[in-house]
T-cell receptor, first 110, second 111 residues
């Protein structure tokens, strides 16, 4: 089955910098979602982008989707220490089930 | 409006015992999904249920694992005769027809 793959696996930046994470997938999708997971906690839904959308914004988050390249990116601008977490992309695979990537572990250094 | 509830949050079982994980979906949601997360990995789909029906169990191990979502009460993920490899975080999500909302997870430790 398809699986999203995040790149990089780990990212460490200074507070205030922008963080960019990428996700690639293998088959056609209806939508792609990004989630955040703080260490040892549940998942928080960040943003959903549909296959007919190219870009979406939510606060400091910007998500792009390129269906021709089967890839998506998540940009967090003006990062804060509280953004430290793992970030996962998830694609639908029919019947509404989600297929998650391995995640990007983001560390924001004060 | 309470979110997805899972209990217990932490569960310790000895090898060979049974583990029962509960999930109460958000109010008005009739779709429930179970996912498993091993350390340092992403979530893996296990099973998708609607009230009294299993819709997709393609991610469930063939033995020892079962799930139900009865007409009344929470969804239950049951693991019989647990082994060390079952140690993981188990997440439940619910939806009405689109976006899935996740619970806080149950962390199962098998000793």
């Amino acid at each position: 089955s398809q699986q999203g793959e995040e790149d990089p696996q780990a990212l460490s930046i200074q507070e205030g910098e922008n963080a960019t994470m990428n996700c690639s997938y293998k088959t056609s999708i209806n939508n792609l979602q990004w989630y955040r997971q703080n260490s040892g906690r549940g998942l928080v839904h960040l943003i959903l982008i549909r296959s007919n959308e190219r870009e979406k914004h939510s606060g400091r988050l910007r998500v792009t989707l390129d269906t021709s390249k089967k890839s998506s990116s998540l940009l967090i601008t003006a990062s804060r220490a509280a953004d430290t977490a793992s970030y996962f992309c998830a694609t639908d695979e029919g019947a509404q089930k989600l297929v998650f990537g391995q995640g990007t572990r983001l560390t924001i250094n004060p | 409006n309470a979110g997805v509830m899972q209990n217990p949050r932490h569960l310790v079982r000895r090898r060979g015992q049974e583990a029962r994980l509960r999930c109460s979906p958000m109010k008005g949601h009739s779709h429930v999904y179970w996912y498993r997360q091993l350390p340092e990995e992403g979530l893996k789909f296990m099973v998708y249920l609607q009230k009294e029906n299993i819709i997709d169990e393609s991610g469930m191990p063939k033995e020892r694992f079962s799930a139900e979502f009865p007409k009344e009460g929470p969804s239950i993920l049951r693991i019989q005769q647990v082994v060390r490899g079952d140690s993981a975080a188990y997440f439940c999500a619910s939806s009405s027809q689109g976006e899935q909302y996740f619970g806080p997870g149950t962390r199962l430790t098998v000793t």
